[in-house]
């Protein structure tokens, strides 16, 4: 496969909304986005759809880090304070692996490093 920083590259909708993965290796990536007025809700804070988006392709880019194809079978997001304008980070890390499946943890972090969301994933593997 590709790198997966370059594969990252291509996902039309990340990058509309200005998601870069900056970090990728087995198993693992970083992703961050740095919101505008645009990514706000009524409220004025951070839209939860954003924070998912954020959370998903930093998940995408760590479950296709490894060889094959991997994709989502369920995921799921808790979000734990609302999110100000600023940057926002997504660190993924893998947390089981088998053949078929495997099973990846996203905390997505402000820019005071406060935790504002958890997010899991399972994929299913495609593995030749």
Do not use: P, W
């Amino acid at each position: 496969m590709e790198n997966i920083l370059e594969a990252m590259k291509k996902d039309i909708f990340a990058k509309h909304i200005g998601i870069e993965i900056i970090e990728a290796g087995e198993g693992k990536a970083v992703g961050r986005l740095k919101t505008s007025g645009d990514h706000l809700n009524g409220l004025g804070i951070v839209h939860g759809g954003v924070i998912f988006s954020l959370a998903d392709t930093t998940f995408a880019a760590a479950s296709n880090s490894r060889e094959g194809i991997a994709v989502a079978a369920n995921v799921s997001i808790s979000y734990c304070k609302a999110a100000q304008q600023g940057t926002l980070v997504a660190r993924a890390e893998e947390v089981s692996l088998s053949r078929k499946l495997a099973t990846y943890l996203v905390k997505v972090f402000d820019e005071e490093d406060s935790l504002v969301a958890l997010f899991q994933g399972t994929v299913y593997r495609k593995v030749k």
